[in-house]
């Protein structure tokens, strides 16, 4: 396995590639080109969640495909162990800003396919897992590839960065649902709107968005034909991101004719990942009817990215 | 296996159980009750399909359940075998209405209790499993059991007839949703709105009910905090029975906090039934992506209705 650590822009550490790619082999049909999946972890783009990166990661290898790890750019840095609640005060990263982490992933996407003959890549077959806020960019790639903004961005053909398929896990879809969500449960637990507040701080560069901004970033909104396939999971009682989000992104998907599965478990936690005992950060994140989407998800990529 | 058929209607040979009765043993803690499922077939209220039937029930026998089939009032009777394309000439059994076979499946859940006794059933563990118009049937008990109509017709106490869980397969929930999709498709496939409206003969007595009768039978509209736990699974391209009625459905057991797991498959035609070689009518009825809605849904029951 390359297990490296590949910078995606020149004066910028914070944002990288991780790669998992297969060793060629004389036994298999060799100079074979693999289909991939990109990784993109969760984090409410204040930091990343290792839970949601290199295990997920391992799962796509040992299925079979390449694999990547996005370290895309987020406010804070660090992962999901630093302290977010840290108020507005302490200076944030603005490459965290809509589209900055776009525009990561969309170089992730040439940074494979301008390495694609080394590292054996079907740079035509590259699918993209997020999780949560990841799930979010992932989307957001999903829905923006065909535009004219992304292009002139990354001085690339669109279909270049164009990604196969969607896997989308907890993702935030829909702005509007998080803001009706953040201001219902104010007053159940106030954590919960500094969080809303501190993640637009990141990606709006203020607290309080405008309708009309939230609307820009609703991924829901910006569904088309040309959007890849998507699998979705979500569970019915995510405490942070709710389930409509899942609804609406796939019911968005069915109406353009795009071909989507979605599977809504009944209990746990945002923030699963795996949500088994090899990476679970404590027991909750332990849930064994939910584990099942890891199955589903790999028999889903055998249908739209195809080993063989 | 007690494998026998219990007329549920002093005067109507048409409305029965069939009973998949697990034999007592010595083997066992021998008088135990088990928990037990309703299968109610689709047939859109016109006949019944044979496919969804004994075929399912059969399954959760094997996995340890007492299983039934009801037999409920149709508008012809008979099996999906029967041509539905015969207009609205012939004359149609009035007892198909609305809530005609809603009485048969209470009647059905106080039989059964009835008899928990000698069929060892655990009366308060009955979930009802419906396909299509029968996933309509069962939702409609999921949702109306605790209403004074129903008691007062069928002269018993509410919680007699409430069913513990609810497994909805391609079920019909949103008759606004169809009559959107009836007129839709009204050009691309003619026999459709004419389904449409024979249905509407047998459920409503008219071919085109108002959009306050719609409202009175679509399930989503009555969904409360006292209906039972659903397992709901759908394909996203079924040619018949949009799968916005699995969204619709889904969101309101979430709003009102009822626990739901939902399952969309990507592919399959309306009327997959078990989706597997044994029991298809044609070929396309094999779906091996949608196969696993079965081993989902018991162990879905397994956590509802525990065996032990």
Known sequence: MRAERVVLWPDREDVFLTTYIHDDSSEYPSGRRRPAVVVCPGGAYLGLSDREGEPVALQFAAAGYH???????TFFGGNMAGNFDI??????????AFPGPLLDLGKAMLTIRANA?????DADQVAVC??????HLAASLGVHWPDLFL???????NHDFRPAGLILCYALTDYLVMKRSAELIRKADPRLIDLWHLSNLAVFQKPEPSLDELNRVSTVNHVSEQTPPAFIWHTADDDLVPVSNAFHFAAALVEKGVPCELHVFE?????????????AGKPEQVNEPVRIWLQLAIAWLGRHLPLA
């Open 117 to 121: 003959g080394r590292w054996l890549v």
């Open 130 to 135: 997020g999780f949560s806020a990841g799930g």
């Open 87 to 96: 108020g507005a005060t302490r200076e944030g990263n603005p490459h965290a």
């Open 151 to 157: 292009a002139e961005a990354l001085g690339a053909a």
């Open 267 to 279: 209990n746990g936690p945002h923030g699963l990942g795996l949500a088994d005992a090899g990476y």
């Open 67 to 73: 694999a990547f790890v996005l370290n895309y750019s």
